[in-house]
């Protein structure tokens, strides 16, 4: 028998008119007291104490979706009726002791984890025990830790090529290293492209301006008195 707690607890509270009162005290609890998760396969036992032994005892249990699911009807006589009016369960078994009614989980899986409840009907009155909670207990991972990162002792920022360490401080790694030979090559070689490029510059600038000096040199000037050739002419023959 399972179903909405809410539609159960409507339903007990229509054919029993005083399920709110509250008059005797119940308690359910492991027998064990040591016990506060159960194992895998374990024989569970637990207890529900009663103040009146006359009316008999409900043991359900509350699930993790929030569904009750009956278990057993132990009578005051200690007989027992399971699921499906049976007398009997391969899962449980169940019993009175005095004023003790007993549960017993032949092996715990995680079908049977909720909350367990026993209840008791009397004079049209509904009561009800606290809780009792029977999960496994909870594995939690540990989240993997992402190691410090290494800080390399006697390096300055000034100076990224120097890799001298202290004398008690572990070596540099590889990566590091190589992060400082990177610093290192660019130290020196952009200065020297630089410098290359400018001696480049000058070198072209040099060579335009012997090529502009050559040029107004080799030009020839025609001095200011000559005159230009002129062929001689032939005297006019008179006849």
């Avoid at 029993?16 to 609890?29: D, L, S, V």
């Avoid at 070689?189 to 090529?211: E, H, K, M, N």
């Amino acid at each position: 028998m399972s179903g909405s707690p809410a539609l159960l607890l409507l339903a007990l509270g229509l054919c029993c008119p005083g399920i709110w009162g509250q008059r005797y005290t119940m308690t359910a609890r492991f027998r064990d007291s040591s016990i506060t998760h159960p194992r895998v396969g374990q024989r569970l036992e637990l207890e529900c104490l009663a103040t009146k032994d006359d009316s008999g005892v409900f043991w359900v249990r509350l699930d993790k979706h929030g569904t009750l699911h009956f278990i057993v009807f132990i009578s005051y006589l200690s007989r027992s009726t399971f699921e499906d009016s049976a007398k009997t369960s391969i899962r449980f078994e169940a019993k009175k002791d005095g004023k003790v009614y007993r549960l017993v989980v032949n092996s715990f899986t995680s079908q049977d984890e909720g909350n367990y409840f026993c209840l008791m009907n009397s004079n049209q009155m509904l009561y009800f025990s606290p809780g009792q909670p029977a999960f496994f207990p909870v594995t939690t991972t540990p989240a993997p830790t992402t190691p410090a990162p290494a800080i390399q002792h006697g390096i300055t920022e000034k100076d990224p090529c120097l890799k001298t360490l202290d004398p008690g401080s572990p070596s540099a790694e590889t990566s590091k290293e190589k992060e400082l030979d990177f610093f290192c090559d660019i130290f020196i070689w952009v200065p020297l492209a630089g410098a290359c490029l400018l001696l480049l510059i000058a070198l072209v600038v040099t060579v335009a301006l012997c090529q502009q000096t050559r040029r107004r040199r080799c030009r020839c000037k025609r001095p200011a008195n000559e005159k230009p050739n002129v062929k001689p002419s032939m005297p006019n023959r008179h006849v």
